[in-house]
């Protein structure tokens, strides 16, 4: 009897990443091989990679990626995993810390602006 071959994606990305995240909601764009720019969400993002979210044509592994952070980039990716229409993105080279920094900043400001309801009676 043969065992069956592992995914060739891991779903237990958070095991095997070498640095930290942060969370945050960044507007992006991504490029998988010759195929047409996508605009995505970045859900978290360290230096060594990020989660993307909203990717609708089929990526694989060998794929090479052009991500698009606001607007900085592109940054050379590859594809680590995918999850619930989630994609793992490692980079090809670290981003700067102080990029990395940077982005979270500006994707921790409230962009939303409160509105009051007028007062009745």
């Known amino acids: ?9 891991s779903n237990r990305a958070e095991l095997s990443r ?3 995240r942060q969370r945050v909601s ?10 047409e720019v996508q ?4 859900m978290d993002l360290g230096q060594s990679g990020c989660r993307l979210l ?10 090479p990626l052009q991500v698009w952070l606001g607007e900085a980039g592109p940054f050379a990716a590859r594809l ?10 490692e980079f090809d080279e670290p981003l700067e810390e102080s990029l990395v920094s940077r982005l979270a900043e ?8 409160a509105m009051r309801r007028p007062r009745l009676g």
């Open 80 to 89: 680590c995993w995918a999850k619930r229409g989630s994609l793992g993105v």
């Open 39 to 42: 605009d995505v969400l970045v």
């Open 54 to 63: 909203g990717v609708a044509a089929g990526i694989t592994k060998s794929d």
């Open 1 to 9: 009897m043969s065992r069956s071959k592992p995914a060739p994606l």
């Open 26 to 35: 960044i507007e992006a764009r991504c490029q998988a091989a010759d195929r």
């Open 18 to 20: 070498d640095d930290t």
């Open 106 to 113: 500006a994707a921790a400001q409230p962009n939303v602006v």
